[in-house]
Structures are given as C-alpha cells and as structure tokens.
C-alpha cells in the first residue's frame, strides 16, 4: 500500500510536452479510434488519460516513502522494453516517466508489451487490492476506458441518455461482443453467422438504410393525406 506521505508520480514530474504531441496527433487519428463511435464534445484525449491514469496511481520512486517492494518490481517490468540497469531511484523515476510518454502514443496503445508493464506497474503499486476509479460525469469515456486499459475497478456514469450509450456501448458491448458470433438472416432469409459486433452493426445498418429507401418515398403523401383529413374534422 502506498502511505499517505508519499506523493504520487504526477505530484513530482511528469511528460507533458510528449503527451501533449500524442495528443494532438491523436485528432487525426480516424480509422478505429473510439471517438469515432458517436461525436461527442469535449471529449479528453485519449492519450492524456492513459498518461495521467499512472501518474496519479504509481508512487514516486525518488520519495522516502516510497515502498521498497514497488521499486524492485518495477525495474524488473521495465526492463522488459530495454536493457538499463536503473540503480538508483532517480533513474528508475526518469524511466517510468519515459514510459508513461511512449505509453501515451496511440500505436502503443493496444501493444501487448506496453499493456502488460502497465497493468503490473499498477498492481506493483497496489498488490493489496485493485485501484477504483470513479468517473461521475464520464462523457465519451475516455477516462473510464483508459483506466479499463490499466486493469482498474470503473464506475461511469453521465446526466445526458446520449453519454450513457456511448458509455454502455464502449465499455460494455464492444468488450463483451467484440469477437462474438452472431446468426442473422441474409436477403433470402437464410441463416447466417456474422463473425464480430463491428460487421453485424454494418449489416444493421445497410438494411436499415434499404428499408428507409423503400418507404421514404411514399412518406410526403402520407403525411399530405393525415393534413387533409386533420383539417376536415
């Protein structure tokens, strides 16, 4: 457990101006990105959640505090991704920082390799129990999907019905349904199986789309035909 006299990583240093240029770049980011689900305004950046999610759960390894135990496990993750021997704390310090900016990069962002250090820097830090994070007002859910991404416990929630689907459906549906396999009926009514939520939201849509072409034109006379008959009561 980390004592409350030792201040967290954020609290002595952190890299801004790396996680500010992953950030910016993360805008024109489109195919896959998850802030391509639904627009949503202001929406936190991806890459400044998963920057400052360990910030604010690691311990700073230059603090007196720090727990000893952390310290040895966190060498032995980050020696994963190079070969330095980070002896002393200040080193150790300077090299979680250096992750956390390599970590904020969105090609970083699903590797296996950086997912694991991550989820074991956290556990490291918290070996008792699993660190809750607690989004209230969660909007498009970059924070609560970062802090997914690390291996924390998540509450989200939004006052706006709109933020709350896009919540259920990027924290729940996708994880839960991502590779799933789903049985449809094709154009003839045959049964198919449909490989992925993605795909089977494509042929969702395409039917929908076709069904709304077939009957939006008759739509104008129909409503044409309600007027009349409203205004002769």
Not at 11 to 23: G, L, N, Q, T, W
Not at 82 to 90: E, G, P
Not at 148 to 154: D, F, K, N, P, V
Not at 164 to 184: Q, V
């Amino acid at each position: 457990m980390i004592p409350a006299t030792c201040k967290r990583l954020i609290e002595v240093d952190f890299p801004i101006a790396k996680v500010s240029e992953h950030s910016a770049r993360e805008k024109s980011i489109r195919h896959g990105h998850p802030s391509t689900l639904h627009l949503w305004w202001a929406r936190r950046p991806l890459a400044a959640c998963r920057a400052v999610l360990p910030g604010l759960l690691l311990p700073a390894p230059t603090e007196a505090d720090c727990p000893p135990d952390f310290k040895t496990k966190a060498r032995v993750l980050l020696k994963k991704r190079h070969s330095k021997a980070l002896t002393t704390d200040a080193e150790l310090q300077d090299d979680l920082l250096a992750f956390i900016g390599e970590f904020a990069d969105w090609d970083h962002a699903a590797n296996a390799l950086y997912l694991e250090i991550g989820r074991g820097l956290v556990k490291a830090a918290h070996p008792e129990e699993t660190p809750v994070v607690v989004d209230p007002f969660a909007g498009g859910g970059s924070i609560p999907l970062e802090a997914l991404r690390l291996g924390c416990e998540t509450f989200a929630s939004d006052l706006n019905p709109v933020a709350c689907l896009i919540l259920k459906t990027l924290l729940e549906d996708i994880p839960r349904y991502g590779n799933a396999d789903f049985k449809l009926a094709d154009g003839e009514g045959k049964e198919i199986v449909v490989h992925g939520l993605a795909d089977q939201r494509r042929r969702d849509s395409k039917w929908y789309s076709n069904e709304g072409k077939r009957n939006l034109p008759m739509l104008p006379y129909r409503v044409a035909r309600r007027a009349r008959a409203f205004s002769t009561r």
